[in-house]
């Protein structure tokens, strides 16, 4: 599976060999692109059998959504990556892994995705401009879109590149 277009587009941002958070990394496709680029990588997610530990690359199983206490108490990162992926109550502890100056590449689902399949339940779909009242006062949003897409499939999405003020 090919990189989101977002993510490769911003990764620039993110200051050479920053330590990067890969949330809810799946089969590790934005892991391995950091990684490549040299940045030491944690990547998380419930399901860990996509994802391999090797050099620059820590993997972690954990589920997010269990009421578990976050795995990474106490590490800040240059940069959270998080792609097709949304858990509401995590916003406060993501944004407070991220350092000053770092910077949040997220992208997901937003209404209006219910008329292409799935995800379609409201809980898994941002509503209208929500990555940016999330962000406001806590972050320099560098840029957004509330989009269709039709690669690699038709969806309607949200994305953000913002740096942590």
Do not use: C
Request: charged share 20%.
């Amino acid at each position: 599976m090919t990189i989101s277009s977002w993510i490769a587009t911003w990764a620039g941002l993110v200051p050479t060999g920053a330590a990067v958070l890969d949330l809810a990394a799946g089969n590790g496709r934005h892991t391995r692109f950091f990684a490549d680029r040299g940045h030491p990588v944690t990547a998380i997610d419930r399901d860990v059998s996509g994802l391999v530990a090797a050099h620059n690359i820590e993997v972690i199983a954990a589920d997010l959504e269990d009421g578990s206490p976050w795995p990474l108490a106490g590490r800040t990162f240059g940069a959270v990556i998080v792609t097709n992926y949304l858990h509401r109550p995590l916003f406060p502890t993501v944004f407070a892994a991220l350092q000053p100056g770092g910077v949040l590449l997220y992208e997901t689902f937003m209404i209006g995705n219910e008329r292409f399949g799935r995800p379609s339940r409201p809980e898994f779909l941002l509503n209208d401009g929500e990555l940016l009242e999330l962000v406001r006062g806590r972050f320099s949003v560098i840029a957004y879109e509330a989009r269709m897409i039709s690669e690699p499939k038709m969806a309607m999405v949200q994305r953000i590149a913002a740096r942590r003020t």
